[in-house]
């Protein structure tokens, strides 16, 4: 569960409390759990208060904005449940409005939302909470009308508050001319009022940092980190969709907790079947007092996950694992492979599809003489054309379901759970390893997919 927010006691009185913006992008994490979906908010001078709004998402993976004064409570007929997607969330607000439906207005990707489960809109010339003098402004969590504290469980790019003005999607964001996808406009023409605010969160020792030119910066009360994974580029995770049972996620889907009777634990959210990829797994930590840790590829995670078994069982004879003892698995066949691991061991993966071969390294050296740059000493793997899913996927999991262990993984942003790496390697084009990565090999990424495929 998340437990960080950016948050500021609003000092004076709105440009125009009668309109109002609301734009921002946002990955999630977890889904399905209303304490875990707030966006942003605010409450009056002492908590819960009488002058409460929230957004974010309920229990039911809806858009959600509410705000008490104005009797306004909207709960879309729309879902958001991709947890590789960025969505781009826009309210607009302008309760002088005669129709009420004109009053509050939802985007999501660019595209007016029309349907709504719950359709409560704001009172005609009501004024709006969110830029009120005295109260305070949150993001990244909201209080509920109990004071009970709802984060978001996810990431977020470009936040911004606009106060007295009402923009529609159109002014954050456009339509990419060659993917035809819907992307941010890093420099939009806005104007702020008097309370607005933009969030770039590009400065990572001041995550609240106004670029609005209002100076209306957020404090940071919690951990906030800066990732890579952004709406113009999304870096693959864990699947929170695909879980084996007893696996908890973590740190943005980037850490798999494997409990007892776990066995499988995740697989990433991208698969991938051409080019030359690598990414980096951290032991660390063991849930009992054995080692049983397996971490490799799968072309059938899913198989692995509905039995469950682990990667390289022959549940699935197109997985491939490295075990903690130093062998290999394959169809459940153990060979002598390389140095056994343990806990704070960092396993670097290289799967290389132009000639379908696997490449596993410890704390930087790479076991059984290989060495991916010349591939060479390689594990031969089958096509992934011969695959169940037609792609592999990066896997965790323990091998007797009773012992586990933690597992963090790195993508690419730069960090094991909340720890950045030690020290970056070389070779990262533009994404941050512990260790060198092989050269023509690259980070599991939207962007990489679109050149190295």
């Known amino acids: 569960m998340a437990s960080a927010e950016l948050v500021r006691t609003i000092s004076s009185n709105p440009t125009l409390a009668t309109k109002a913006t609301i734009s921002y992008w946002c990955k999630r994490s977890k889904l399905g759990s209303w304490t875990d979906g707030g966006i942003a908010g605010g409450t009056s001078t002492g908590g819960a208060g009488s002058n409460n709004w929230q957004a974010g998402f309920i229990d039911s993976d809806k858009f959600y904005l509410w705000n008490n004064t104005l009797s306004m409570n909207l709960i879309s007929t729309r879902v958001a449940r991709d947890v590789n997607a960025w969505y781009h969330v826009v309210w607009s607000l302008d309760s002088t409005q005669g129709t009420a439906a004109d009053r509050a207005k939802l985007y999501v990707n660019g595209e007016q939302v029309t349907v709504f489960d719950t359709a409560n809109y704001p009172t005609q010339n009501g004024l709006f909470d969110m830029a009120r003098n005295g109260n305070t402004f949150r993001v990244g969590k909201y209080l509920n009308t109990s004071g009970n504290n709802y984060y978001f469980d996810g990431q977020l790019a470009h ?10 999607a159109s002014t954050f964001g456009e339509t990419d001319t060659t993917t035809g996808t819907w992307k941010p406009k890093t420099a939009p023409s806005v104007t702020y009022g008097t309370n607005g605010l933009f969030l770039k969160f590009d400065n990572s020792g001041n995550m ?6 209002q100076s209306n910066s ?5 951990t906030i980190i800066q990732n890579k994974d952004t709406p113009s580029n999304v870096y693959s995770t864990l699947n929170a969709l695909a879980l084996g049972p007893n696996s908890v996620l973590s740190n943005v889907n980037n850490t798999c907790a494997m409990n007892a009777a776990a066995q499988f634990g995740a697989y990433s959210t991208l698969g991938v079947n051409s080019g030359k990829w690598y990414m980096e797994m951290k032991y660390s930590a063991r849930t009992h007092s054995y080692d049983r840790v397996m971490l490799g590829i799968a072309g059938n995670p899913n198989e692995l ?26 169809n459940d066949n153990a060979t002598t492979y390389g140095s056994s691991y343990t ?19 410890k704390n930087g050296t ?14 031969s793997i089958t096509a992934p054309s011969s695959t169940v899913e037609g792609s592999y996927f990066f896997a965790v999991s323990d091998t007797t379901g009773s012992y586990g262990g933690t597992i963090q993984c790195n993508f690419g942003n730069g960090y094991f759970g909340t720890t950045a790496i030690t020290s970056a390697g070389s070779n990262g084009n533009g994404s941050l390893f512990e260790y060198d990565v092989p050269t023509g090999y690259y980070a599991l990424n939207t962007k990489n997919l679109g050149t190295q495929s």
């Open 159 to 168: 936040f911004h508050f606009v106060d007295g003005i009402t923009y529609p």
């Open 218 to 222: 957020l404090t940071t009360n919690g």
């Open 366 to 379: 790479w076991q059984d003489s290989g060495d991916p740059t010349s591939s060479t000493g390689a594990i």
């Open 343 to 361: 806990v704070n061991d960092i396993i670097g993966i290289a799967l290389d599809l132009e000639n379908n071969r696997l490449f596993f390294s």
């Open 208 to 213: 609240g940092l106004d670029s609005s030119g």
């Open 305 to 330: 996950r509905r039995a469950p078994a682990y990667v390289g069982q022959a549940t699935d004879p197109t997985s491939y694992g490295y075990y903690v003892d130093g062998n290999r698995y394959q």
